[in-house]
């Protein structure tokens, strides 16, 4: 589980992101010694943006996504993981972009 919190210190151009809030849940289960399926369940809040170059009207939305994913591991230190990012409800303030579904792989290593 994890939270996170952002908030925009400064402005420039007269510009300032909305703050952002987003929270992960995941569950991993071990199919074999190296492999593991993963869920995770991503909740995501984004505020207005602010400012004379802003578009507050056309900015901020609500989010939640189901990721399904797995795990592989190379060595004791090394991963290799990927997910597939599902939207189950998606809301945006105004004329916004959204995908219908996003993917990530990556590889981790750890000391």
């Known amino acids: 589980m994890q939270g996170l919190w952002q908030r925009p210190l400064t402005e420039r151009d007269d510009y300032q992101p909305g703050q952002q ?44 996504f189901l990721s399904p994913g797995a795990s592989y591991a190379l060595t004791t230190h090394m991963q290799l993981y990927g997910f597939v990012q599902l939207p189950l409800y998606q809301y945006v303030n105004g004329t916004q972009l959204t995908a219908d579904w996003s993917a990530v792989a990556g590889l981790s290593w750890r000391l």
């Open 21 to 64: 809030v987003t929270l992960d849940v995941g569950l991993r289960y071990a199919l074999t010694r190296s492999l593991n399926a993963q869920l995770q369940l991503n909740l995501l809040w984004k505020d207005h943006d602010q400012g004379l170059n802003a578009e507050p009207d056309d900015s901020g939305g609500h989010h939640v």
